[in-house]
């Protein structure tokens, strides 16, 4: 198994327990994962931890106490730590240990798994547990290595802690690393410069200790909780319902008022308002206009809020959860640069030259995200049957099917990727529904004498449509995200998640493993 995040983890524990050897190798020092590698100041979850958390074991998710309502980056990276140590799991992990390489042998129907320190291993089943965002995107800017300061990307932040104290400070990206950092640096920076290509749509988190009666009424009924969470679409916010007319049908003081309590709430539960918001862009144009509208509220100088103002369709891109976010740019000391209108030219030894203009700076920040969902694989040299492989397979966009398999590649299982539902739920929600039907299949594979489970041509090729298809009906294919690969130059422009939402997708997951896992070929 490749990767020791909430996804390896969890599968370690799983697999084990149902009697398989299990190895994971991981290439970084340590457990963890995303909540290793962002360490960025401000990094914390976007969905709250009562939610974004195991539900696994009973005990753990009774006596794991979360001090904020939002876990932050370092009370994440304990959390799995400490899963790490109560489960006993160390003893199965391989650290400082990059997959390079894995070829499916056809003759022995198996895995070889080479690392990038020359160490091999045979394996039956492969579970890719690398995370949907664990490969940093760093734009190819010209002039970048010349730059005289320090350049860090957020998901690969130092470890100490760094001091922007009296610096110039360049920060390129407006995504949700970026909104979570700006305010921030902005406290502690001489100046900051925003450079931001598309504005961003933020909601407050609202975040703070952690309610304890909240956190009694959780634990009194949490697997109830739970499986009320995974009927809702994202697998979280079984709190609140929405209104239960479209956006539209109701007058415009009912709509704001909806929108202005979801605002006093926090977080994601703003798109929950209403329940055609990411289905129907007239409803969604209401939402998004609130948005503006408190955006322009917040920002004094308004050619700065007009900056600031979104234009594509709410939901679209992920909706980024702040604190302070609109108001920091009300700071003497922060300057907005729109690159969609002048693209950063170069990297320049003292700043970034924009418009035909250089912006000084002596710090660097790239908070510009990742080659999400099929970065971490097609950089690893995967080859399935007859040697494809998979960045052959995958050159015009992410084959899978169910989001778990891929045809020509026996007995691999690739977790939170393109073709399931994974960033549009609580990953950790996903994760557990990935892992346990794997090893109920594994289990199944056993239990009937078979050796390898392969995905069809033809079931991949109708869940890739299927996966499309539903996307049309949506908002997500009205902007350039990285849900479609629009972040990363030359990447095929295919919507890789699955927008059904998290019931229907498990519902069709047990209904394949019921009828005897159709749509593959097992030997
Ligand atoms: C800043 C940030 C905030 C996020 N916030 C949220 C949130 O609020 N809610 C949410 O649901 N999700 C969030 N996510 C998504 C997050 O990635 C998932 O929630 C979850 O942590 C994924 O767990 P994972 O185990 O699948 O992957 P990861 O945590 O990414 O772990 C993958 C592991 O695989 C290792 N690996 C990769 N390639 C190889 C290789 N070739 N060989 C060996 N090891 C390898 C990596 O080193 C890493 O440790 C966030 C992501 C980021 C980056």
Redesign the pocket.
């Known amino acids: 198994m ?8 969890y599968a370690l524990h799983k697999l084990r327990a149902s009697g398989l050897a299990v190895r994971v ?4 020092p ?9 360490r ?1 100041p401000g ?5 709250q931890s009562l939610e ?1 958390s195991y539900s696994f074991s009973e005990p753990l998710q009774q006596q794991w106490r979360w001090s904020e309502r ?1 876990a932050s ?1 370092p009370e ?1 990276l304990r959390y799995a730590n400490h899963v790490a140590d109560r489960f006993e799991l160390r003893r199965d992990i391989v650290l400082n ?4 390489a894995a070829h499916f042998d056809e003759a022995a129907a198996c895995w070889r798994v080479r ?2 320190v020359g160490r091999s291993w045979r394996a039956r089943f492969i579970v ?8 940093p995107n760093t734009p190819a800017f010209d002039g970048l290595d010349a730059f005289t300061g320090p350049v860090l990307h ?2 690969a932040w130092p470890h100490e802690p760094v001091d922007f104290g009296g610096r110039d400070v360049a920060l390129v990206g407006t995504g ?2 970026g909104v ?1 950092m700006i305010p921030l640096i902005a406290e502690q920076a001489r100046t900051l410069t925003v450079f931001q290509r598309t504005a961003a749509y933020a909601v407050p988190a609202r975040n703070g200790p952690l309610d304890p009666e909240r956190e009694a009424r959780i634990k009194a009924d949490y697997a109830g909780f739970r499986a009320r969470n995974r009927r809702m679409r994202a697998g ?1 916010g079984s709190e609140l319902s929405p209104h239960p007319l479209p956006t539209l049908a109701v007058t415009d003081a009912e709509r704001q008022a909806l929108f202005e309590e979801r605002w006093q709430i926090g977080g994601f539960s703003l798109l929950g308002a209403f329940v055609d918001t990411l289905t129907d862009l007239r409803a969604n144009e209401a939402c998004a206009e609130f948005v503006r509208g408190k955006i322009r509220a917040i920002v004094r100088d308004p050619a700065v809020a007009a900056r600031l103002c979104p234009t594509h369709p709410i939901g679209c891109k992920r909706l980024c ?1 702040d604190t302070g976010y609109y108001d920091t740019y009300n700071r003497a000391n922060v300057t907005l640069v729109d690159v969609s209108r002048a693209p950063i030219e170069r990297i320049a030894p003292h700043g970034v030259v924009s418009g035909g203009r250089e912006h000084r700076a002596d710090l660097l920040v790239l908070a510009t995200g ?1 080659d999400a969902f099929t970065g ?1 694989l097609t ?2 040299d995967l080859r399935g049957r007859g040697g494809l492989h998979i960045r052959d397979k995958w050159r015009g966009g992410p084959l899978n099917y169910l989001g778990l398999t891929v045809a020509g590649f026996p007995n691999l299982f690739n ?2 990727g393109p073709g399931s539902t994974s ?1 549009f ?7 557990e529904h990935h892992i346990d039907w794997i090893a109920e299949c594994i289990g199944w594979l056993a239990a009937h004498g078979r050796q390898t489970l392969e995905a069809s041509a033809d079931a991949e090729a109708q869940w890739v449509a299927r996966v499309n298809q539903i996307a049309e009906q949506t908002v997500y294919p009205h902007c350039n995200s990285w849900y479609l690969g629009a972040n990363i130059p030359g990447k095929p422009r295919i919507f890789m998640p699955l927008a059904g939402g998290f019931p229907a997708y498990a519902e069709r997951c047990a209904a394949v493993a019921r009828d005897g896992y159709a749509g593959f070929v097992t030997r």
């Open positions: 490749t990767g020791a995040g909430f996804g390896g983890l190798l991981e290439a970084a340590s457990v963890g994962g995303t909540w290793w590698a962002n960025y990094a914390r979850v976007d969905i974004y939002y980056q994440l240990t990059r997959v390079s690392s990038d890719m547990a690398i995370g949907p965002l664990s490969t957020s998901a949700s690393s979570q979280f959860v990742f971490p950089r690893i977790l939170v960033a739920t609580s990953v950790i929600t996903a994760i």
